[in-house]
């Protein structure tokens, strides 16, 4: 049997990042694909150079930030500002949407306008989707912010706690947004420019490991069952005893490992709720004739929620999309079954919301996230804060995105995975 201090799963930026910040300490990384980097991968076809979805990468830390572009490499590195739209009234619009209603249709924005002007926030409620409308005005949230949400989530917001998007979703700010409306300008968001590596995301992970020790890491390995009590792991390898497990896999799937080995008070798998993403990558024979990086689609009658275009990103004389479509946690159908099955409707959304006119399809990389996006209910936020702390007290740590079951960017991931290296340093 291996021995080990620490045992980290997960191979993606918050594994990776615990493993880059533990100093003289023993530890083994297991990753269970071929490749690192989690969703922070990339595909490369006929020059066409797709993320495993978009990953637009703005940073807060400076440290991060510099930290990053070291990684990847200055003169790799492209600075944006944000163009995006939202596709409403057959038409595209400026996002965000409450700063640029001045963009509506009379109707709708006389609408919009006078429902924001007396809505009457209020914390009397738990549900995400009273949380919204008392906050925006009813108009404005069943033109966007309703049907757009729940095609994102596959779920009604009724499902959703209140505060289930934490800083990213936007706080009304009434007098900015009625500033707005003869201004002609947006204020600065927290995504308002970005960066992105010219060669694509896994460039930063290739980057990071450079500075981790190669024999530590072991890919094709996969966590099968932990035996808490001994701090034993089995893989499909091997078995191994660790001093302290990290984990960054999904929490419903770290659950179904130990579920057995829990409290009775600790036993509701039900509250693992969450969506799938299909990710269409598709490449074009002719440019882009649309000038945006990003694209959201409320509408219930395209199936897609958001696109994205790489090419406006790169300056590829090439259109080369990706295509997001929100598919249930419970869905059963595979990668296969569900690209089958949208191909088609997507091929007709995309003609009909003006992306494809005489485009012909060259190239095609489909992937399904899963999960993508959790379902962050008032019932799963206090038993996912229970379950943490339990196993926090067996010398488990769960961390990252899915492994917190929560929403956070990479640089909540990167700091997180910075703190718990200091204090699993200074418990030695």
Known sequence: MDKIEVLIVGGGISGLHVALNLR??????????????????????????????????????????????????SDNIIYQKKIAKVFIDNGYIDAPIQYNLRQLSPELLSQCIHDLYFSAPTNSTNSFIDHITSAYGKALCEVFLIPYNEKLYSTSLDNLDKNAMGRFFPSVDKDQIFSTLNAGSSPSEYNSSFLYPSKGSDTYINGITQDIDKSQLSTQETLLQIDINRKVAITSRREICFRRLVTTIPLNRLYSIIERQLPSCLQHASIFSYSKVLVLNLGFDLPNNNKFHWAYYPDKDICFYRIGCYDQILNQNRMSLYVEISIPGDDTRNLTQLVDFFIPKVDADLRKTGILQDHQLTDFHPLLLDPAYVHISTESISFVDELRQHLESEGISTLGRYGRWTYCSIEDNIIEAKRLAAKIMKSY
Do not use: M, P
């Open 24 to 73: 003289n300490i023993a530890f083994t990384l297991l990753e269970s694909e071929e490749t690192l980097g989690g969703y922070c991968r990339t595909i490369r076809k006929n020059g066409f150079i797709w993320d495993y979805s978009g990953h637009f990468y703005h940073f807060k830390d400076s440290d991060i930030r510099q930290h990053f572009i070291d990684s990847v490499g």
